[in-house]
Structure formats: structure tokens, C-alpha cells
């Protein structure tokens, strides 16, 4: 698939590097911007050759601010619920996929872009980023999610206040708020999100896929439960070649080459 709003490339040692790019409209989320991504992720899956995704957005300005409202006029109700479902599926198919996908938030991160943002499995942002979910200004609600990623990222009544008044934060402060896990000046964001990305791509895969599945899922039951998820998942990447050769690794006290078994 030939892609007209993004860019997708893979660097050694595989690191996808996912980055919208409509930067005349601050990367919003149109339709077909939607679509390229779920390509993106149909490729990651049947590849293989992906082992973190990066994503970002073009430009100095926006990492995505929003969906296109420039589509809003044109859609009657059902196709407004029918957009929105199109989005959560992306998003839910982004959380669900087997890699870390980590977001490199470079400047305006609002409504869909946030959303975004918030399906990856941490997001870096540059201390000039926004985040917000600025809907309600424009009359409507958050659709991708916002609604319920954000209160169980940073609690009901963070999320109420950000959903209700529409107003944005900096990066500082999202970080405060348990949203943004690190901030980098503007000019290091997209190489030290890319170093983290090589650190984790040189990882046992098995052990990275079991932790991003057992928190995702256990985030959802009772602790006990919780704690069963992991014992299971415990017992499986104990087992795995690459446990064998981390544990090697350190007693003969030399740097462990992880291949994925
Ligand atoms: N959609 C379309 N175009 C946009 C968007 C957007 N979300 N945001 C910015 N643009 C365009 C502007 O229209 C402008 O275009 P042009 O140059 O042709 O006039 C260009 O980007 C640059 O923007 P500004 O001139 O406005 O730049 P400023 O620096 O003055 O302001 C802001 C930057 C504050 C980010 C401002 O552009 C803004 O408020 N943007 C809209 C933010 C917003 O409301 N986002 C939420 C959108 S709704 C949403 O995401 C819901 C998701 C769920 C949808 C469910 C299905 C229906």
C-alpha cells in the first residue's frame, strides 16, 4: 500500500518508525490516515521483522491534534458513531499488538491525537507538547476512547476535569499526572525515544510480549487474579531459550544475545 498521510520505515534492529504526516493540518486523524495505520499494524503482525514501534508526527508543531474536524460537516449520526467505532477498533488492535509501541509526542496531542497517544504502551513527549481533550469545545466528546483510557490512566476525576473543561496541559504536568512517562527537550525527544527503542528491540521479545499482555489484562481483575495472570505467564517465559540465555548471561558475566525463542 502506497501511503499519502504517513511514513513508515524500519531501522536496525527493528525499530518501526510510524510518523503521521499532514503537517499543514497538524497531523489530524482523517479517514484515510486511519486506514495507512491499520496497514501499518497488519504489516507488523505478518512481518515479524518489527520488534518496537515509534510513533510520532511530522513537523515541529503537532504529534496529532485530533481528528480531521474538517470531515466532521459531512457525517450524519450514524456515520459519527461509525468513525468513532473505526478508531477504537485501530486503537484496540495498536494496544493488542505483540511489540511495545511506544508514542514520541513532539507538540499538540488533543482529542484523537491523545487517544492515540494513550494506546501506545507509554508515550515520551517533548517539553513543548500539549495534551488535552479538547472536545467539549467543539460541542461533542472524546470517541477514540478518551473518555476511558484517560480515567483509568490518571483517574476519574483528572480525566472529568480535562474532559470538561477542554483545556490543555504541558508536558510537565502530564508527566506529573502519570499520562506522559518522560519529558525531553524538543530537540532530543524523537533520538532518546529512538535509543529506548533500540534498548527494548535487543530484549528477550517473549519476556516484553508477557509483561504488556499481563498488565494490560490484569490492570482489568482483582489482584489475586491479577497475580495469577503473571504466575502463568511466570512459568512460560521461565522456560523460554531466552530466559536460559539471560540467566547464562549473567553468571558468565557477559552481555546477553536474546534471539526471540
Ligand atoms: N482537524 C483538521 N484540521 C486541523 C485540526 C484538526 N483537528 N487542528 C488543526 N487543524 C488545521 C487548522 O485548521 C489549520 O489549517 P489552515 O492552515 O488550513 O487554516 C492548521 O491545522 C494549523 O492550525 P491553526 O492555524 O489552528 O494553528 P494554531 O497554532 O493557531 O492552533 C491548535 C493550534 C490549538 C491545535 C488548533 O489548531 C486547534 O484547536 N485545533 C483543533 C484541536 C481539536 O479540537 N482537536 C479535537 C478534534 S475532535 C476529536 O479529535 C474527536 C476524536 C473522536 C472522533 C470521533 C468520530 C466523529
Same mark, same amino acid.
Given at each position: 500500500m502506497a501511503y499519502e498521510n504517513i511514513i513508515f520505515e524500519v531501522k536496525d534492529p527493528g525499530v518501526g518508525l510510524l510518523t503521521i504526516n499532514r503537517p499543514k493540518a497538524l497531523n489530524a486523524l482523517n479517514p484515510g490516515t486511519l486506514d495507512e495505520i491499520n496497514d501499518v499494524i497488519d504489516t507488523v503482525e505478518r512481518e515479524g521483522n518489527v520488534r518496537v514501534l515509534v510513533i510520532t508526527g511530522a513537523g515541529e508543531k503537532a504529534f496529532v491534534a485530533g481528528a480531521d474536524i474538517t470531515e466532521f460537516p %459531512?457525517?450524519?449520526? =450514524?456515520?459519527?458513531?461509525?468513525?468513532? =467505532?473505526?478508531?477504537?477498533? =485501530?486503537f484496540f488492535r495498536l494496544e493488542q499488538l505483540p511489540v511495545p509501541v511506544i508514542a514520541c509526542v513532539n507538540g499538540f496531542c488533543l482529542g484523537g491525537g491523545c487517544e492515540l497517544a494513550m494506546s501506545c504502551d507509554f508515550i515520551f513527549a517533548s517539553e513543548k507538547a500539549k495534551f488535552g481533550q479538547p472536545e467539549i469545545n467543539l460541542g461533542i466528546i472524546p470517541g477514540f476512547g478518551g473518555t476511558q483510557r484517560l480515567a483509568r490512566l490518571v483517574g476519574r476525576a483528572k480525566a472529568k476535569e480535562l474532559c470538561m473543561t477542554g483545556e490543555m496541559i504541558s508536558a510537565e504536568e502530564a508527566r506529573a499526572i502519570g499520562l506522559v512517562a518522560r519529558v525531553f527537550p524538543a530537540d532530543q525527544l524523537l533520538e532518546e525515544t =529512538? %535509543?529506548?527503542a533500540t534498548a527494548l528491540a535487543q530484549k528477550s521479545q517473549i519476556a516484553l510480549r508477557s509483561i504488556k499482555k499481563v498488565i494490560d489484562e490484569g490492570v482489568g481483575v482483582d489482584l489475586r487474579s491479577g497475580c495469577e495472570l503473571e504466575a502463568n505467564a511466570f512459568g512460560l517465559v521461565f522456560t523460554s531459550e531466552d530466559a536460559r540465555e539471560g540467566v547464562n548471561a549473567f553468571l558468565e558475566k557477559r552481555k546477553a544475545q536474546f534471539k526471540g525463542g
Open positions: %459531512k457525517m450524519n449520526a =450514524l456515520e459519527a458513531y461509525l468513525f468513532a =467505532l473505526k478508531g477504537q477498533k =485501530l =529512538l %535509543k529506548v
